[in-house]
C-alpha cells in the first residue's frame, strides 16, 4: 500500500502565521493527491485536489503544492478559524490511502 | 443543492451486522461514484471502497473485503454498506461521500458505529 506521511502531526500556531505542513508518498502518486480540513465534530472538507487547484469557495490564503512523492499544503495569514486537522489523500493507487494528519492549534 | 444524509447512530452487539445507509439528492444518483471511508475515535480517516451507483460495479480495499457490502438502490438513490461480524474494531464513525475529478466535494455527516454487549 502507499504510504503517505505527514509532517509534523502538531502545530502551535499563532493567527497571522504563516503556516506550511507536509505530506510524503511511500511511492510515486504524481499530482493525485487532495487536502482536506476536519474541524472537531465536523466531516472532512475539500480544500485542495490534483494536489494544487483549490476547490471552489477555498480561501487564497490556502496553497497546495508538489508532484511526486512530496507535497506540501501552506496556509498564508492563519486565521482562528483554520485550527482543525489536516489530511491528504492519495488516488493513484488501490486502496485509497489518507496521511495521518496534521492538528493545528493554538500557541 | 447537493446532500448525502447518512442514517443515525447504531449500538450493535459483537458478532452482529448493520447496515448502514446514505441518501443522495441535488443531483443525478448515477452520475458519481459513492465512496465510503472510516475513522476510529480521535484516528485518521481509512478509505473502505466506492460503488458506481450506476452499474453496481464495486472496488474494495483489501482489508475491507471480508467486512463491507456497498449496494444501491437507484430507485431511492439511496447508497449502503452492511458490516458484518463487527468486533470492538469496527466502532468507529463512517461517511460516505461522493467522488469527482475534483475530489470529495460532498460528504454525508458520518454515522457513530458503536460495538457493545
Known amino acids: 500500500n502507499t504510504v503517505m506521511t505527514q509532517s509534523p502531526t502538531s502545530m502551535f500556531i499563532s493567527v497571522g502565521d504563516r503556516v506550511t505542513m507536509n505530506c510524503k508518498a511511500s511511492q510515486n502518486v504524481g499530482t493525485n493527491v487532495d487536502w482536506y480540513q476536519q474541524k472537531t465534530g465536523q466531516s472532512p472538507k475539500l480544500l485542495i485536489y490534483?494536489?494544487?487547484n483549490r476547490y471552489t469557495g477555498v480561501p487564497d490564503r490556502f496553497t497546495g503544492s508538489g508532484s511526486g512523492t512530496d507535497f506540501t499544503l501552506t496556509i498564508s495569514n492563519m486565521q482562528a478559524e483554520d485550527l482543525a486537522v489536516y489530511y491528504c489523500l492519495q488516488y493513484n493507487y488501490n486502496p485509497w490511502t489518507f496521511g495521518g494528519g496534521t492538528k493545528l492549534e493554538l500557541k | 443543492q447537493v446532500n448525502l444524509l447518512q442514517s443515525g447512530a447504531a449500538l450493535v452487539k459483537p458478532g452482529a451486522s448493520v447496515k448502514l445507509s446514505c441518501k443522495a439528492s441535488g443531483y443525478t444518483f448515477t452520475d458519481y461514484y459513492i465512496h465510503w471511508v472510516k475513522q476510529s475515535h480521535g484516528k485518521s480517516l481509512e478509505w473502505i471502497g466506492y460503488i458506481n451507483p450506476n452499474s453496481g460495479y464495486t472496488n474494495y480495499n483489501e482489508k475491507f473485503k471480508s467486512k463491507a457490502t456497498l449496494t444501491v438502490d437507484k430507485s431511492t438513490n439511496t447508497a449502503y454498506m452492511e458490516l458484518s461480524r463487527l468486533t470492538s474494531e469496527d466502532s468507529a464513525t463512517y461517511y460516505c461521500?461522493?467522488?469527482?475529478?475534483?475530489?470529495?466535494?460532498?460528504w454525508g455527516q458520518g454515522t457513530l458505529v458503536t460495538v457493545s454487549s
Open positions: 461521500t461522493r467522488w469527482a475529478r475534483v475530489g470529495f466535494a460532498y
Open positions: 490534483g494536489a494544487s
